[in-house]
Every structure is written in structure tokens, then in C-alpha cells.
């Protein structure tokens, strides 16, 4: 029997989380392990300062007071007692294309379970004011979790999904979009005149590049990004063994 694990960050109650449960059925046994509450937009956050509990909500959906990898490691040890077969993490309820994905918790959640040994999965679909169509997004989940349960993919790599509005047109292979990070923070002030912040999404202002998942998604095709966890700069090496003279140098 085929083990699906499925998390996101908008937590237990999103639909985005239960449409992709059901989407997913036809391919296995789907346990739910999910946020109590909403954790979008906290990466990679990993709970070691305080107590997690895992509350059983219905069968096999299961409500953890955490973050998306918090899910995983307690799935894995607590309600599997052992890897699943894949993970996907889903439907958010807005992208996570390019340099974005490193604040993504959703994406965090697939990213566990890779580097646990897991094929794993992210999808995320356009944001929007209205009421939200997941069919297309589950759809393409699945059509994605088939193809990687009938041919693994390389250890340590996952995927990153996303989908434009309305129906796609097709699914595209695309590399992460480069956008021009402006920061932006805002300053209010409370009633007693004192400060406070609110950091304001950046503008989405992407490097034109025709394999991107930002382009994908623009041209109303679905991106399908394969990631892995090692951030290391391969590009980089030679440069910086140049100038430490090797693979090793001494401090000066
Ligand atoms: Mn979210």
C-alpha cells in the first residue's frame, strides 16, 4: 500500500489541503498532518523551544500546533512510525515561484520531506480575491505524484509546483525566476504614538528569463520547478578557492 503524506501551511481546516487529499486518494492511503494554525511565510522553521501536541482531528487527519516541518517529523515518527512513500504540500493559496520559495512554508514542508528520503511535492496556485478554484492545482498534483511514484526521481531533489489561474494550457519544466528584491517596510504608529512595523510583500518586479516558473505561470502554463535543499554555489567554488589559494588556507 502506497503511503501519501499531505501537509501545508494554511493549516488543517484550508480546502486547498483537503481537495489535494482527495485528489491524491486514487494513488494510495492519504494521512493528513497539518498546522493547528495558519504558518505561511515561516520557511524551513523547525519547533525546539517549546512542546508540540498532535491532535487526532478526524481519521487520518491529524492537527500539529506547528510549523509544516514540524508536520513531517511528527508524521513520519509519530503517526506512521516510518517514511511515507511521498509528500505533498498543499494547495496554498498563493505562488511560491523563484527566489520566494526559501520563505515559503509550504514549499519547507516537501523540502522535509526530501531531506528525509521522501519524493516529495510543493503546489501552490494564484492568489485571488474570489473564491478558489483547486481542481486544476489537485489535478496537476496528482498527474505529477504518478509520474514520480512510477519513476523516482534523484534522492535529495523535489518538486515545486504552481498554477496559473483558470485552466492550464499544459505543463511546463522550468527553473527558478530571479526577482528584484526591494524591501519594503512600513512605520505606523499606535495610539500612544509609539512605532510599529509591517513588512509589505516586495513588487513583483521578476528578471525576464523564458524557463522560469514565473514566465510558465504567466503564459498560463503549469510550473514544475525540481529543487533540492543544497544551497551551495557551485559556481562559486573556483572563484573562492581562488582566493583563500586552495581548498584549504590558514587564518591570518
Ligand atoms: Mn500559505
Same mark, same amino acid.
Given at each position: 500500500?502506497?503511503?501519501?503524506?499531505?501537509?501545508?501551511?494554511?493549516?488543517?481546516?484550508?480546502?486547498?489541503?483537503?481537495?489535494?487529499?482527495?485528489?491524491?486518494?486514487?494513488?494510495?492511503?492519504?494521512?493528513?498532518?497539518?498546522?493547528?494554525?495558519?504558518?505561511?511565510?515561516?520557511?524551513?522553521?523547525?519547533?525546539?523551544?517549546?512542546?508540540?501536541?498532535?491532535?487526532?482531528?478526524?481519521?487520518?487527519?491529524?492537527?500539529?500546533?506547528?510549523? *509544516?516541518?514540524?508536520?513531517?517529523?511528527?508524521?513520519?515518527?509519530?503517526?506512521?512510525?516510518?517514511?511515507?512513500?511521498?509528500?505533498?504540500?498543499?494547495?496554498?493559496?498563493?505562488?511560491?515561484?523563484?527566489?520566494?520559495?526559501?520563505?515559503?512554508?509550504?514549499?519547507?514542508?516537501?523540502?522535509?520531506?526530501?531531506?528525509?528520503?521522501?519524493?516529495?511535492?510543493?503546489?501552490?496556485?494564484?492568489?485571488?480575491? +474570489?473564491?478558489?478554484?483547486?481542481?486544476?492545482?489537485?489535478?496537476?498534483?496528482?498527474?505529477?505524484?504518478?509520474?514520480?511514484? @512510477?519513476?523516482?526521481? $534523484?534522492?535529495?531533489?523535489?518538486?515545486?509546483?504552481?498554477? $496559473?489561474?483558470?485552466? *492550464?494550457?499544459?505543463? @511546463?519544466?522550468?527553473?527558478?525566476?530571479?526577482?528584484?528584491?526591494?524591501?519594503?517596510?512600513?512605520?505606523?504608529?499606535?495610539?500612544?504614538?509609539?512605532?510599529?512595523?509591517?513588512?509589505?510583500?516586495?513588487?513583483? +518586479?521578476?528578471?525576464?528569463?523564458? @524557463?522560469?516558473?514565473?514566465?510558465?505561470?504567466?503564459?498560463?502554463?503549469?510550473?514544475?520547478?525540481?529543487?533540492? $535543499?543544497?544551497?551551495?554555489?557551485?559556481?562559486?567554488?573556483?572563484?573562492?578557492?581562488?582566493?583563500?589559494?586552495?581548498? +584549504?588556507? +590558514?587564518?591570518?
Amino acid at each position: 500500500m502506497i503511503r501519501i503524506l499531505v501537509t501545508n501551511d494554511d493549516g488543517y481546516r484550508s480546502d486547498g489541503l483537503k481537495v489535494l487529499a482527495d485528489a491524491l486518494r486514487h494513488l494510495g492511503e492519504v494521512t493528513i498532518v497539518a498546522p493547528i494554525e495558519e504558518a505561511s511565510a515561516i520557511g524551513h522553521a523547525l519547533t525546539l523551544r517549546h512542546p508540540l501536541r498532535l491532535e487526532a482531528i478526524a481519521d487520518r487527519v491529524y492537527a500539529v500546533d506547528g510549523t *509544516p516541518t514540524d508536520c513531517v517529523n511528527m508524521a513520519v515518527t509519530q503517526v506512521l512510525k516510518g517514511l511515507p512513500d511521498l509528500v505533498v504540500s498543499g494547495i496554498n493559496k498563493g505562488w511560491n515561484l523563484g527566489d520566494d520559495v526559501t520563505y515559503s512554508g509550504t514549499v519547507a514542508g516537501a523540502l522535509e520531506g526530501a531531506l528525509l528520503g521522501a519524493p516529495a511535492i510543493a503546489v501552490s496556485l494564484k492568489a485571488t480575491r +474570489e473564491a478558489y478554484d483547486f481542481g486544476p492545482s489537485a489535478r496537476a498534483a496528482a498527474t505529477l505524484a504518478e509520474a514520480i511514484l @512510477r519513476r523516482p526521481l $534523484p534522492a535529495r531533489t523535489f518538486l515545486n509546483i504552481n498554477v $496559473p489561474k483558470g485552466g *492550464p494550457k499544459g505543463i @511546463r519544466v522550468t527553473v527558478q525566476a530571479k526577482r528584484n528584491h526591494v524591501t519594503s517596510v512600513a512605520e505606523r504608529h499606535d495610539p500612544k504614538g509609539r512605532p510599529y512595523y509591517w513588512i509589505e510583500e516586495g513588487l513583483n +518586479e521578476w528578471e525576464p528569463d523564458e @524557463r522560469s516558473d514565473y514566465h510558465a505561470v504567466k503564459a498560463g502554463y503549469v510550473s514544475v520547478t525540481p529543487l533540492q $535543499p543544497d544551497l551551495t554555489s557551485y559556481e562559486a567554488l573556483a572563484a573562492l578557492e581562488e582566493l583563500s589559494f586552495g581548498r +584549504e588556507a +590558514e587564518v591570518r
